[in-house]
């Protein structure tokens, strides 16, 4: 049975919501916005990294998902998440909107953001990988 990784998921889950918190403060003008749909966007990449690091452990653990078509391969599972957390950022960052001053102001994050934020998730257990000696010096592993 595959072990279950934490720290590394830890690691790049902080990595990947800092990098998405950067990339809101450009697209976000409203300043409660910004800190709203940060939290709720780091607390979700931190989760999707740890499902997508883990996907060997999901898969021998929920068996019934071994039966699901394409669900099997651990690399269309990574897809799967990465797909969920791209439409869910999105989708949030699109529900709230105010208007300005003959503007609209809001949350619209823009899609690229997000889809570069979907990537990262989906190759995170490829990236620890090669990043995983430089870390390995500094911090438990």
Same mark, same amino acid.
């Given at each position: 049975?595959?072990?279950?990784?934490?720290?590394?998921?830890?690691y790049?889950?902080?990595?990947?919501?800092?990098?998405?918190?950067? =990339?809101?403060q450009?697209?976000?003008?409203?300043?409660?916005?910004?800190?709203?749909?940060a939290?709720?966007?780091?607390?979700?990449?931190?989760?999707?990294?740890?499902?997508?690091?883990?996907?060997?452990?999901?898969?021998?653990?929920?068996t019934?998902?071994?039966?699901?078509?394409?669900?099997?391969?651990?690399?269309?599972?990574?897809?799967?998440?990465?797909?969920?957390?791209?439409?869910?950022?999105?989708?949030?960052?699109?529900?709230v909107?105010?208007?300005?001053?003959?503007?609209? *102001?809001?949350?619209?994050?823009?899609?690229?953001?997000?889809?570069?934020?979907?990537?990262?998730?989906?190759?995170?257990? *490829?990236?620890?990988?090669?990043?995983?000696?430089?870390?390995?010096?500094? =911090?438990?592993?």
């Amino acid at each position: 049975m595959p072990e279950i990784v934490i720290w590394p998921a830890i690691y790049l889950g902080l990595i990947i919501g800092i990098y998405e918190i950067i =990339l809101l403060q450009k697209d976000v003008q409203v300043p409660m916005h910004r800190f709203s749909h940060a939290i709720q966007s780091f607390i979700s990449i931190i989760i999707a990294v740890f499902a997508s690091m883990n996907v060997d452990f999901i898969l021998q653990t929920f068996t019934f998902l071994q039966g699901i078509q394409f669900v099997n391969n651990p690399l269309i599972f990574r897809i799967i998440i990465g797909l969920i957390v791209i439409i869910k950022i999105h989708l949030v960052s699109a529900a709230v909107s105010a208007r300005g001053v003959g503007r609209a *102001y809001g949350m619209r994050e823009k899609f690229v953001h997000t889809f570069i934020i979907g990537i990262l998730i989906v190759v995170a257990p *490829y990236i620890w990988g090669l990043i995983k000696p430089i870390v390995s010096e500094f =911090l438990p592993v």
